[in-house]
């Protein structure tokens, strides 16, 4: 399964974006979803989850600030974010949750800074 991640770009401290995953054919039926990232040096990191049935959860670090959410219809998950910080800049991507191999994609690169 291929996943096109799009949406990031430079933008400024306190500013928004919102990124899209299109999924190359349904799987938001079976799998719960997450958006990673992985910043320059760092480990990469699940900051968004959203289950099967809807349910959503994040990391520390975003919680307030991120809403993950999806269009089934689409085939397509969200990340919003909002307030954004210095602190987020990294590559984000999305894949299952458990991390599945067999889903690829390019990620989109989040870059936060004046």
């Given at each position: 399964?291929?996943?096109?991640?799009s949406?990031?770009?430079l933008v400024q401290p306190?500013?928004?974006?919102t990124l899209?995953?299109?999924a190359s054919r349904s799987i938001f039926s079976i799998n719960d979803m997450g958006w990673y990232r992985q910043a320059p040096g760092k480990q990469r990191e699940l900051?968004?989850?959203i289950s099967r049935g809807a349910i959503t959860n994040y990391v520390d670090s975003v919680k307030g600030r991120f809403t993950?959410?999806?269009d089934s219809a689409k085939r397509t998950v969200y990340l919003?974010?909002?307030?954004?910080?210095p602190e987020d800049t990294a590559v984000y991507y999305c894949n299952a949750w458990p991390l599945r191999s067999d889903?690829?994609?390019q990620g989109t690169p989040v870059t936060v800074s004046s």
């Open positions: 399964v291929q996943l096109q991640a949406g990031g770009g306190g500013g928004s974006l899209s995953c299109a900051v968004a989850r993950i959410f999806r919003r974010m909002n307030s954004l910080k889903y690829w994609g």
